[in-house]
């Protein structure tokens, strides 16, 4: 157990002291940032399906997978306790209708328990919500440089669930998740002479939102054997609407540039926001709703796919309503994907891994110039074994080659690679005591 935790926490400084912004999008411009995926590797190698759950690998989307069935060859005593530790490497080329550029981010993407409490189930972890990270120009009719957007940051989430099995087949859950963290943004606006040349001194305004909150997801699994060998699996969950506490501050700066473009500020001004009521404002944070179902053989194989559908048109942020650069539409995604291992309880290693795929279509919310952003991905995977035969923890790698946005109406369209990596470990931590 200790030998696990300290191989846990050895990821966790590794993955956070090399992780920079957790987007380098330019559409994490928008609102709160790019919504991150909750859900691990295992998950996203699948194509994001997460309707599969079992008794060695933690599911941060459905809190029904917190209590399931004890193991066999527990003796039915108990099933093990569960950990896990992901993070993301994601290299992209963005492309317009005129020039094309290259950015990357690495970032820590989620520690997350699940233990055992008989019928019941509790699970607990850290993870982020949404990622802010980027740097945009815009250029004028003579080519200079009209305006530079800059932003960073992001929501986190740390959350707390329990689940509860009813019978073998139906499980229920609900998780209860605190939404913390900020987003930064400045924009500078260049200003130039009668012979086009910039100005000694600029005008920068710079924001800040301070985000708190609460929400909660509930969740539904259910399990049932066709027959000898084929089981079909299906999850429901429901994520409603909730509010974000923004605690705001805007000021404006006298900036002079230096030749590498860096930013000197000669002198700032506080906003007085609470004259203006955006001091302290709400954010509405849109419903969620996914359903997926599947079919395979225990321990064998699964086929399935998984819809879920979010209520972005709700999305609403005070702060910036008077923006005219984009709106939100409800945003949907249809996920495809499955695994197969040769042989589970065999000494083989190779025949003891787990072979993952799957695909995505995903409408993001996001409408800009009446062009909905879309995205799509092809993804791939292997849980390797970890430890000795017997112990069901694994590693998890996954690749997943995909595209967000269009060139259309001089937007961007990013081609991206993103590598993932993944600790999943168990253990025992309660086993019933028998004396002769």
């Known amino acids: 157990m200790i030998k696990k935790l300290v191989v846990v926490f050895i990821a966790v400084f590794a993955i956070h002291s090399y992780s920079q912004e957790g987007t380098a999008s330019p559409y994490s411009f928008y609102g709160i940032g790019s919504l991150k995926f909750k859900g691990t590797v295992e998950n996203r190698s699948m194509g994001g399906l997460s309707v599969y759950t079992d ?38 080329s963005l492309k317009s209708d005129s020039s094309m550029d290259n950015a990357s981010s690495t970032t820590f993407d989620y520690i997350a328990l699940s233990v055992p409490l008989g019928k019941f189930g509790m699970g607990f972890g850290l993870l982020p919500y949404t990622a802010v990270g980027y740097k945009l120009e815009a250029l004028n009719d003579n080519g200079g440089l009209e305006n530079r957007f800059t932003g960073q ?111 000197f500020v000669v002198s700032q001004i506080e906003t007085d926001l609470e004259a203006l009521g955006l001091l302290e404002t709400e954010l509405t944070l849109p419903s969620k709703f996914s359903f997926g179902a599947g079919i395979g053989e225990p321990r064998k194989w699964f086929m399935g796919a998984e819809y879920t559908s979010q209520k972005t048109s709700e999305f609403n942020n005070p702060l910036y309503q008077n923006t005219t650069l984009a709106s939100y539409e409800d945003a949907s995604t249809i996920s495809i994907g499955g695994f197969f291992i040769p042989q589970y309880n065999t000494a083989s290693y190779l025949k003891r891994t787990v072979y993952r795929a799957g695909l995505r279509f995903e409408k993001t919310g996001l409408l800009i ?42 937007l961007i369209q990013e ?15 309660f086993m019933k005591r028998k004396y002769n």
């Not at 989307?61 to 005593?77: I, T, V």
């Not at 081609?415 to 931590?429: A, E, G, K, Q, Y």
């Open 153 to 263: 940051g992001g929501v986190n989430k740390a959350f707390l669930g329990f689940g509860y099995q009813f019978t073998k087949e139906l499980s229920i859950g609900v998780d209860a998740h605190y939404n913390f963290g900020n987003t930064q943004n400045s924009i500078v606006e260049f200003r130039y002479d009668d012979q086009n040349v910039p100005l000694q001194y600029q005008t920068r305004e710079n924001n800040r939102s301070d985000l708190s909150g609460l929400n909660f997801n509930l969740g539904l699994s259910y399990k049932a054997m066709f027959s000898e060998r084929l089981e079909f699996v299906s999850g429901v969950t429901l994520t409603p609407k909730s509010n974000l506490t923004s605690q705001n501050k805007r000021s404006f700066s006298t900036i002079t540039i230096n030749s590498n473009g860096d930013e």
């Open 55 to 92: 008794s060695i690998h933690v599911n941060l989307r459905n809190p029904a997978s917190y209590a399931g069935s004890n193991l066999e060859m527990y003796g039915n005593d108990s099933r093990p306790v569960k950990f896990t530790v992901g993070g993301s490497y994601s290299s992209m």
């Open 369 to 410: 110039k009446d062009e909905s952003i879309k995205e799509f991905g092809i993804s791939f995977g292997v849980g390797l074994p970890v430890g000795e035969f017997g112990d069901f923890s694994n590693a998890n790698f996954g690749v997943e080659i995909g595209k967000r946005g269009t060139t259309n109406s001089h």
């Open 415 to 429: 081609n991206f690679i993103n590598f993932r990596l993944s600790l999943s470990l168990n253990d025992r931590w």
